[in-house]
């Protein structure tokens, strides 16, 4: 008791107490303080987004490869070989492979002159039966069935000048960047979601969109770009004739939809404030998930403005599709 009462006089009398930090001294627990206070480490992110055109995911798609072959080689040997092809052009990647990759796996042979490494990987993971994804600056290879529910992937699109003027991701040729640039604000302008640790880079001469994010969230990206092209191909042929294709030919009809139908199809790409819907679907996936055919050099595009679902594709089909939805509006059943 009288010990406690002596440590309670000794802290009245002794003024403020100063704290202790167990891995600093007292004599440097200021300056260190200084020194975070000083550098912002307190502020500055765990993750910070590779400059445009430097992470590997982006760097591989115009890294072409002189030469590479495997040849009846294991999983982890054509792994191994497409690493060291990358780095000896140049580009430091990082594969780790998951040890399930590597058992009761087949044999792997493939070999390409002068072909992207992208597109070299691309034919590892089909030939591997394995999935590739991107985390930081690794590429991890690992079996479909991942515990990870939001891993992260990538994917690249070549869009054509129309599609890229109607996203608005063309950049200026001299870019202080170099040819790539940042893209993932005007995706984000579009309703595209880049939580944290994701991006994307855009190639201005080879009209390339690289995109690092979620699996569900590069599929709304496919489809939002399915519907751009629909609209581009839509306009182009909206006030022309049937065009004669090898073995049939191709028609544009508008279908005019009231509101509340319109409301539906549109939905089902974007959400009322204009973000990508999970699980997007673009206009022409909507019509072929309701039974239209869209052969190759069709397509479809819903005009909100004016409640019209503009349709590409064969006049019987066309017919047929018309009919049923217009006895969907009618009964006030549209799917």
Same mark, same amino acid.
């Given at each position: 008791?009288?010990?406690?009462? =002596?440590?309670?006089?000794?802290?009245?009398?002794?003024?403020?107490?100063?704290?202790?930090?167990?891995?600093?001294?007292?004599?440097? *627990?200021?300056?260190?303080?200084?020194?975070?206070?000083?550098?912002? %480490?307190?502020?500055?992110?765990? *993750?910070?987004?590779?400059?445009?055109?430097?992470?590997? %995911?982006?760097?591989?798609?115009?890294?072409?490869?002189?030469?590479?072959?495997?040849?009846?080689?294991?999983?982890?040997?054509?792994?191994?070989? *497409?690493?060291?092809?990358?780095?000896?052009?140049?580009?430091?990647?990082?594969?780790?492979?998951?040890?399930?990759?590597?058992?009761?796996?087949?044999?792997?042979?493939?070999?390409?002159?002068?072909?992207?490494? %992208?597109?070299?990987? =691309?034919? #590892?993971?089909?030939?591997?039966?394995?999935?590739?994804?991107?985390?930081?600056?690794?590429?991890?290879?690992?079996?479909?069935?991942?515990?990870?529910?939001?891993?992260?992937?990538?994917?690249?699109?070549?869009?054509?000048?129309?599609?890229?003027? #109607?996203? =608005?991701?063309?950049?200026?040729?001299?870019?202080?960047?170099?040819? *790539?640039?940042?893209?993932? /604000? $005007?995706?984000?302008?579009?309703?595209?979601?880049?939580?944290?640790?994701?991006?994307? /880079?855009?190639?201005?001469?080879?009209? %390339? #969109?690289?995109?690092?994010?979620?699996?569900?969230?590069?599929?709304?990206?496919?489809?939002?770009?399915?519907?751009?092209?629909?609209?581009?191909?839509?306009?182009?042929?909206?006030?022309?004739?049937?065009?004669?294709?090898?073995?049939?030919?191709?028609?544009?009809?508008?279908? $005019?939809?009231?509101?509340?139908?319109?409301?539906?199809?549109?939905?089902?790409?974007? /959400?009322?404030?204009?973000?990508?819907?999970?699980?997007?679907?673009?206009?022409?996936?909507?019509?072929?998930?309701?039974?239209?055919?869209?052969?190759?050099?069709?397509?479809?595009?819903?005009?909100?403005?004016?409640?019209?679902?503009? #349709?590409? =594709?064969?006049? /019987?089909?066309?017919?047929?599709?018309?009919?049923?939805?217009?006895?969907?509006?009618?009964?006030?059943?549209?799917?």
């Amino acid at each position: 008791m009288k010990t406690l009462f =002596s440590l309670f006089l000794g802290i009245l009398f002794c003024g403020q107490a100063t704290g202790l930090d167990p891995f600093f001294p007292p004599e440097e *627990w200021e300056a260190y303080q200084q020194r975070i206070l000083k550098d912002r %480490a307190h502020e500055k992110p765990a *993750w910070e987004r590779p400059k445009p055109g430097t992470s590997p %995911a982006v760097t591989i798609q115009t890294l072409i490869l002189p030469e590479f072959a495997v040849e009846n080689g294991s999983v982890e040997t054509a792994f191994n070989a *497409w690493q060291s092809a990358c780095r000896k052009g140049g580009v430091n990647v990082q594969v780790y492979l998951e040890p399930a990759t590597l058992i009761n796996r087949p044999t792997i042979t493939h070999a390409a002159k002068g072909e992207t490494a %992208a597109k070299a990987l =691309s034919y #590892l993971e089909n030939l591997s039966i394995a999935r590739v994804r991107l985390v930081q600056d690794a590429f991890l290879v690992g079996t479909p069935d991942e515990l990870d529910p939001h891993p992260l992937h990538f994917r690249v699109w070549l869009l054509s000048e129309s599609v890229e003027g #109607l996203l =608005s991701v063309k950049q200026p040729k001299q870019s202080a960047e170099g040819k *790539w640039t940042a893209a993932e /604000d $005007r995706l984000r302008a579009l309703g595209t979601a880049f939580p944290h640790g994701t991006y994307a /880079d855009y190639h201005s001469e080879l009209r %390339a #969109l690289v995109v690092i994010n979620t699996k569900v969230t590069l599929d709304s990206i496919s489809e939002l770009i399915t519907e751009t092209q629909g609209r581009e191909l839509i306009r182009q042929f909206m006030d022309k004739a049937p065009v004669q294709m090898e073995g049939y030919s191709l028609e544009v009809r508008g279908l $005019r939809l009231n509101r509340e139908n319109a409301a539906k199809i549109g939905d089902c790409l974007k /959400d009322g404030k204009g973000r990508l819907a999970p699980f997007a679907a673009s206009t022409q996936s909507w019509a072929e998930s309701r039974g239209l055919v869209i052969p190759l050099g069709g397509g479809a595009w819903l005009d909100r403005e004016s409640f019209t679902l503009w #349709l590409r =594709s064969r006049p /019987d089909a066309l017919d047929e599709f018309s009919q049923k939805l217009e006895q969907a509006q009618k009964a006030a059943d549209m799917p």
